[in-house]
Each structure stands twice: as structure tokens, then as C-alpha cells.
């Protein structure tokens, strides 16, 4: 029986709204106008000092966003709330990650031409998830018809590719036939739209991808993963803290510190260097070069970053076909970034080209997969 494991298809579903950075940073502006206005007087004594306008030329220049997805856009803008508002479900309907998740799944199943019966492992991996249990992932497979198992993981930006090796594992071992890894990034809820240092950084987006041995793949488009790595290193850099705890430590479980906050610039200047000193070694370690890398599916936080990392490891600029970037339609979608990227810019690689999906961020977490088209 061959233990050659291969992705073989990826499926995207984009949320129906789109939030822009005029939009986003008109909003934010008329919230700090309301504040400043709030704390006239402190801010006249000089015990509190005025909020500064965000720009949308900032947020472009400082991260190649130009808009982000949303899942719900309505109250998000509003400067009376300043976060979606998202219908409750109650316990005998579908989740809204269970409902992302399957859109992605769908397609992902398809391009891959195989049924829920094909799939025995279900692995719904991002940054947060909506509820403890039941898993999102149990809910999914059960939504599919799917034999098997499944379970939820989060490793923040690293979930899809620390989930995608969990799978290649599962598949090498034997304990899975066909394997759906899903990324429903619905990041909305943690973003502090009232932070000037973030409120632009995140969208909304799923990904799925299916994995199988290559004795089972009928797909057009398939990719043998010849080597997968996973790496964390503990960091106080990015940080999002809120949790069950809370209700027993008396404090605000949505307070500003307990939401996505992180010290940009030396998450910046850490996590380039570890990414490509990660990269070049597991691309020497299944035996190939990395001029031997046709496209590189890089996490999308920051296209200043991407840009660093393949200087560094090309020796000069990579092209856009080279390393694409979808920031600036999705922004940062979390685990998902590398995927969407995979998904927009696999079908042009031929037969033996070689391509490496990698992710870096929160943890601090690296995670990538070398690949090869089939
Ligand atoms: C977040 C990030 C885009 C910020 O870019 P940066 O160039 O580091 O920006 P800084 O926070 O140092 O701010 C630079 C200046 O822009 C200003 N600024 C910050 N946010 C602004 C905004 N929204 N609008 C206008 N100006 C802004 C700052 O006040 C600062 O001004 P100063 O130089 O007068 O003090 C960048 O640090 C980054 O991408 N880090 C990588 C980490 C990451 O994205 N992680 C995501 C989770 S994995």
C-alpha cells in the first residue's frame, strides 16, 4: 500500500461583506472623535491623551491591506457598538464556524471529486472556535455524513499547517483514509475595532483542504507532501487572552487586554528570520534547493514581511507569481492565509514543480509543507 500522501483539493469561500479601509478607518475616526470629545476635559488637564486618527494610507503602506471579508458587517461600523452583530444560534442549529466550515469543505471535497464517504478524519483547526464542545469539527463531520472522527485544534496562525501534518501523519500511519483539514477564521468577534495599533489587521475567510493517500487521488490537481515541519517557540508578542477563566477570576473576559493585542514591530523583526531560517532547512531537508521552489503559499499577515522573507531566501525580489499575496482583498485571515493563497495559485504548476505552503505568527508558531505537483 503507498504511503505517499497527497493534498489533492482546496477549497475558499469568501464571507458575502467586505469591509474597506475607508470604510473601516471612518468609522474608527468618528468613534475617536466621540471619545476625544467624551474626555474633553481630561484631555484638557493632560491626565489623558487624545486618540490619533487611524489612515487608510497608513494601513496600506504598513501591511498591504486594502479591505478584509466579514462575516456579518452589520453593528461592526457603528460607533455606538464597534463589533459585528451576529445572530444567535440556538443548540438545534447549524454553528456559524459549522456553516463556514462546510462552505469551504464543500468545494474542497469536490475539487478533490470524492464524497463524505471518502473522509474518515475531520480536523476543523483556527484560531479561535466558537464554543469548547461539541467539537465544530464533530458537528461538520456529522453534516457530511462522514464515518469516523474528528476534532477541533487551535494553534492560531499556524492551525492549517499544523493540522495538515496531523493529517499526512494519520494517513502515513493508517489511522485515516481521507482526511478534511478546515479553517473557518472567524476572526470579527476578537478584533478591538476601538484599537488604532489593530483594528485593521483581521478578516473573516474558511479554507478547506482534503488529503488522501496517492493509491486513492483521481484529482487534476494533486500534490505529493513531501516533508511537513512544525515549530513553536513560547512569546508574549501576540497575545489573546480571553477564556472560561475569567468568570472565576472576576475580571472582564472582553476587556481591551484580553482581546487580540500584540508589539508589532518585534513580532516583525522575530518571526521574519525564524520563518526563513525554517524554510531553508526544511527545504534541505527533503532534499531540494530553494531555487527548486516554484511558489511559495506564505501566511499573509504582512506584505512587508513576505517580501523580507523571500528576499532573503531568493536573493532578490520574488515575483508576485512566485510568492502571490492576497492581503490586500482578505488582510490577515489567520491560519487561512497561506491556504487562500494555495487555493488562488495552484492550477498553473506543472507536472513536477515544486511549491512550499508555510505559516508563521502567534506562539510563536512555524509551520510548512514542501510539496510537489503530480
Ligand atoms: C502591525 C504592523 C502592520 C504595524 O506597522 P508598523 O510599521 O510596525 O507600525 P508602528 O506600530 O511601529 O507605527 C508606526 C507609526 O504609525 C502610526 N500608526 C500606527 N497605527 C496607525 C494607524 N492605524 N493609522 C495611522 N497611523 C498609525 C504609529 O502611531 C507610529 O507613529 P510614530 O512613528 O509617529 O510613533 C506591523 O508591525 C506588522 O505587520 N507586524 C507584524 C506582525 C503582524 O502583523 N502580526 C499579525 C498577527 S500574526
Given at each position: 500500500?503507498?504511503?505517499?500522501?497527497?493534498?489533492?483539493?482546496?477549497?475558499?469561500?469568501?464571507?458575502?461583506?467586505?469591509?474597506?479601509?475607508?470604510e473601516l478607518v471612518a468609522?474608527?475616526?468618528?468613534?475617536?472623535?466621540?471619545?476625544?470629545?467624551?474626555?474633553?476635559?481630561?484631555?484638557?488637564?493632560?491626565?489623558?491623551?487624545?486618540?490619533?486618527?487611524?489612515?487608510?494610507?497608513?494601513?496600506?503602506?504598513?501591511?498591504?491591506?486594502?479591505?478584509?471579508?466579514?462575516?456579518?458587517?452589520?453593528?461592526?461600523?457603528?460607533?455606538?457598538?464597534m463589533r459585528p452583530r451576529?445572530?444567535?444560534?440556538?443548540?438545534?442549529?447549524?454553528?456559524?464556524?459549522?456553516?463556514?466550515?462546510?462552505?469551504?469543505?464543500?468545494?474542497?471535497?469536490?475539487?478533490?471529486?470524492?464524497?463524505?464517504?471518502?473522509?474518515?478524519?475531520?480536523?476543523?483547526?483556527?484560531?479561535?472556535?466558537?464554543?469548547?464542545?461539541?467539537?465544530?469539527?464533530?458537528?461538520?463531520?456529522?453534516?457530511?455524513?462522514?464515518?469516523?472522527?474528528?476534532?477541533?485544534?487551535?494553534?492560531?496562525?499556524?492551525?492549517?499547517?499544523?493540522?495538515?501534518?496531523?493529517?499526512?501523519?494519520?494517513?502515513?500511519?493508517?489511522?485515516?483514509?481521507?482526511?478534511?483539514?478546515?479553517?473557518?477564521?472567524?476572526?470579527?468577534?476578537?478584533?478591538?475595532?476601538?484599537?488604532?495599533?489593530?483594528?485593521?489587521?483581521?478578516?473573516?475567510?474558511?479554507?478547506?483542504?482534503?488529503?488522501?493517500?496517492?493509491?486513492?487521488?483521481?484529482?487534476?490537481?494533486?500534490?505529493?507532501?513531501?516533508?511537513?515541519?512544525?515549530?513553536?517557540?513560547?512569546?508574549?508578542?501576540?497575545?489573546?487572552?480571553?477564556?472560561?477563566?475569567?468568570?472565576?477570576?472576576?475580571?472582564?473576559?472582553?476587556?481591551?487586554?484580553?482581546?487580540?493585542?500584540?508589539?508589532?514591530?518585534?513580532?516583525?523583526?522575530?518571526?521574519?528570520?525564524?520563518?526563513?531560517?525554517?524554510?531553508?532547512?526544511?527545504?534541505?531537508?527533503?532534499?531540494?534547493?530553494?531555487?527548486?521552489?516554484?511558489?511559495?503559499?506564505?501566511?499573509?499577515?504582512?506584505?512587508?514581511?513576505?517580501?523580507?522573507?523571500?528576499?532573503?531566501?531568493?536573493?532578490?525580489?520574488?515575483?508576485?507569481?512566485?510568492?502571490?499575496?492576497?492581503?490586500?482583498?482578505?488582510?490577515?485571515?489567520?491560519?487561512?492565509?497561506?491556504?487562500?493563497?494555495?487555493?488562488?495559485?495552484?492550477?498553473?504548476?506543472?507536472?513536477?514543480?515544486?511549491g512550499v505552503i508555510c505559516?508563521?505568527?502567534?506562539?510563536?508558531?512555524?509551520?510548512?509543507?514542501?510539496?510537489?505537483?503530480?
Amino acid at each position: 500500500m503507498s504511503t505517499e500522501v497527497v493534498i489533492s483539493g482546496a477549497g475558499l469561500w469568501r464571507p458575502l461583506h467586505t469591509i474597506t479601509n475607508e470604510e473601516l478607518v471612518a468609522s474608527y475616526n468618528a468613534w475617536v472623535d466621540r471619545h476625544n470629545a467624551e474626555q474633553a476635559a481630561a484631555i484638557a488637564a493632560g491626565t489623558l491623551e487624545a486618540k490619533p486618527h487611524s489612515s487608510a494610507e497608513f494601513i496600506e503602506k504598513a501591511s498591504g491591506i486594502r479591505s478584509r471579508y466579514t462575516y456579518v458587517k452589520d453593528g461592526t461600523l457603528e460607533v455606538e457598538r464597534m463589533r459585528p452583530r451576529i445572530p444567535h444560534r440556538g443548540e438545534d442549529e447549524l454553528s456559524h464556524q459549522a456553516e463556514m466550515a462546510l462552505n469551504a469543505a464543500r468545494i474542497a471535497l469536490a475539487n478533490a471529486g470524492k464524497t463524505g464517504s471518502d473522509i474518515d478524519m475531520v480536523i476543523v483547526s483556527c484560531a479561535y472556535t466558537e464554543r469548547s464542545y461539541p467539537a465544530i469539527a464533530i458537528e461538520v463531520q456529522h453534516a457530511l455524513g462522514i464515518e469516523g472522527f474528528g476534532f477541533d485544534m487551535l494553534v492560531a496562525c499556524s492551525a492549517a499547517t499544523f493540522a495538515l501534518q496531523r493529517a499526512c501523519d494519520a494517513l502515513k500511519a493508517g489511522s485515516a483514509r481521507g482526511v478534511l483539514v478546515i479553517n473557518p477564521e472567524l476572526t470579527s468577534p476578537q478584533v478591538n475595532y476601538c484599537d488604532r495599533d489593530s483594528h485593521f489587521i483581521f478578516g473573516d475567510v474558511s479554507t478547506a483542504i482534503v488529503l488522501e493517500r496517492a493509491d486513492t487521488c483521481r484529482s487534476a490537481h494533486s500534490y505529493t507532501v513531501l516533508g511537513s515541519r512544525a515549530v513553536t517557540l513560547y512569546s508574549n508578542n501576540i497575545r489573546s487572552n480571553f477564556g472560561y477563566v475569567a468568570r472565576a477570576e472576576d475580571t472582564d473576559p472582553f476587556g481591551t487586554d484580553n482581546l487580540f493585542h500584540q508589539n508589532g514591530r518585534k513580532v516583525f523583526k522575530e518571526v521574519c528570520p525564524m520563518a526563513a531560517d525554517h524554510l531553508e532547512a526544511q527545504i534541505a531537508a527533503v532534499g531540494l534547493t530553494i531555487p527548486d521552489i516554484r511558489r511559495w503559499w506564505l501566511h499573509q499577515a504582512n506584505i512587508n514581511m513576505n517580501q523580507l522573507i523571500t528576499r532573503r531566501l531568493l536573493g532578490r525580489d520574488a515575483t508576485a507569481r512566485e510568492a502571490p499575496i492576497v492581503l490586500d482583498e482578505f488582510a490577515n485571515t489567520a491560519s487561512a492565509g497561506s491556504i487562500i493563497a494555495f487555493c488562488l495559485y495552484h492550477e498553473d504548476l506543472a507536472a513536477g514543480d515544486h511549491g512550499v505552503i508555510c505559516s508563521f505568527g502567534a506562539g510563536y508558531s512555524i509551520g510548512s509543507l514542501v510539496v510537489r505537483k503530480r
